[in-house]
């Protein structure tokens, strides 16, 4: 026999088992609620991580590019979508003579068809040391010394180590450093000096036709720093009239940035809306449902009344029930959102097109702590009609009503 004490927990979950179709729909409201607001608070404070990293880390005012790879180059950089495109090299020389100009330094990509450490084809970027006022930033924390020929730095996603080789079209580059998480599409690239570039061309040959081996006087891209004092759009004006007839076309780095913080404002807004609906609708229903369960229970409260239960404790009793409800429900959608959500971050990030890096574990705590007290408030504020209503019940009216 068992000899427990009758607390209100044990009865609440005695309550809960006795009813199972129920406690699980109601569950099951909570989870669904919970999932969306942990998930898409995730979701969003990711990519708002990348959209502030991708402006931390542009360097660049304006990147020329030949005529109609705007876009390419846009998903190389959010997404590290293997690109080529090309123009001569002679071009850099060409743009950094336009008044206004600072700096400009070349970079040309290459995409692998695959790589020992990678089922997928890398997008390989060369950069001009001399110049670079871009990457070589990045790697400060990660290199010391400049990039050798030969040498390449992976990004975090690459699944390789320092001082480990890498093969692309059956030659080994030695990775001298490895760079932090971006959220941008540099996670899946590859990084090297301008002379390994085109040997890394040259050796593709053998593979597959390629400009660069053909030409080595090829690059993909510039990127362009102008002089203090000089209005951006002028510069790219000025580059855009001057050059247009050679195939250059020009994206302004900051225009790129606010079609991506206007897409993020979009989707943040939608998930925003979403999660208000879903609460609105979860309270609601478990408004309803703790109600009409109240009034179907009445027998069930008149006989704990007789037994010698007060208000307080079927009070107590109620919100108890909502309070177990709750946290099953919360824990169960916020575990499911975090089974989703991290481990296809890449997938999530690829599929959504836009720069997306993972918040610190110390700021997922955080938001984690918050999206579990929001969702388990669902269930007590839901109930709290049903608990004053029997709370302010005398005994009389709730044994003659639950007969």
């Not at 109620?318 to 429900?329: F, P, T």
């Amino acid at each position: 026999m068992d000899n427990k004490p009758l607390t209100t927990v044990s009865i609440a979950i005695h309550n809960l088992k006795r009813k199972p179709f129920r406690s699980t729909g109601l569950i099951l409201i909570v989870a669904i609620f919970a999932f969306v607001l942990f998930g898409g608070t995730m979701l969003s404070k990711s990519l708002e991580n990348g959209m502030d990293n991708l402006s931390k880390r542009m360097g660049a005012d304006i990147l020329a590019v030949p005529y109609g790879y705007e876009g390419n180059l846009q998903s190389a950089l959010l997404r590290g979508e293997p690109s080529t495109f090309y123009f001569d090299v002679d071009t850099t020389e060409k743009v950094a003579s336009v008044e206004g100009v600072e700096a400009a330094s070349p970079q040309l990509y290459i995409a692998t068809l695959s790589a020992g450490c990678c089922a997928y084809p890398l997008q390989l970027i060369g950069f001009d040391p001399e110049t670079d006022f871009v990457i070589q930033p990045w790697m400060s924390s990660s290199l010391k010394d400049s990039l050798a020929d030969g040498q390449i730095v992976i990004g975090s996603s690459i699944n390789a180590e320092v001082g480990q080789k890498l093969r692309f079209f059956d030659q080994n580059f030695l990775i001298a450093g490895r760079l932090e998480k971006t959220g941008m599409g540099f996670d899946t690239s590859v990084f090297m000096n301008l002379s390994t570039a085109k040997k890394v061309a040259r050796e593709s040959e053998r593979l597959q036709a390629h400009p660069v081996a053909e030409n080595t006087d090829l690059i993909s891209s510039i990127m362009v720093k102008i002089k203090n004092g000089y209005e951006v759009k002028d510069v790219a004006n000025n580059i855009l009239q001057t050059y247009a007839k050679e195939n250059v076309h020009v994206v302004v780095a900051k225009n790129m940035m606010n079609d991506i913080s206007s897409n993020l404002q979009g989707l943040t807004s939608y998930i925003f809306l979403l999660t208000v609906i879903l609460w609105v609708l979860a309270v609601g229903v478990l408004i309803i449902v703790f109600s009409v369960t109240l009034n179907s229970r009445k027998r069930e409260f008149s006989i704990f009344r007789v037994l010698g239960a007060t208000k307080s404790k079927l009070v107590r009793l109620i919100l108890c029930e909502a309070c177990l409800v709750s946290l099953l429900g919360s824990l169960a959608g916020m575990i499911a959102a975090a089974l989703v959500v991290f481990p296809f971050s890449t997938y999530i990030s690829s599929l959504l097109g836009l720069p997306y890096l993972q918040p610190s574990r110390g700021a997922l705590s955080i938001l984690a702590a918050m999206s579990f007290l929001i969702s388990f408030t669902v269930g007590p504020l839901a109930s709290a009609y049903a608990a004053i209503k029997i709370g302010s019940s005398e005994i009389y009216t709730t044994v003659k009503e639950g007969e």
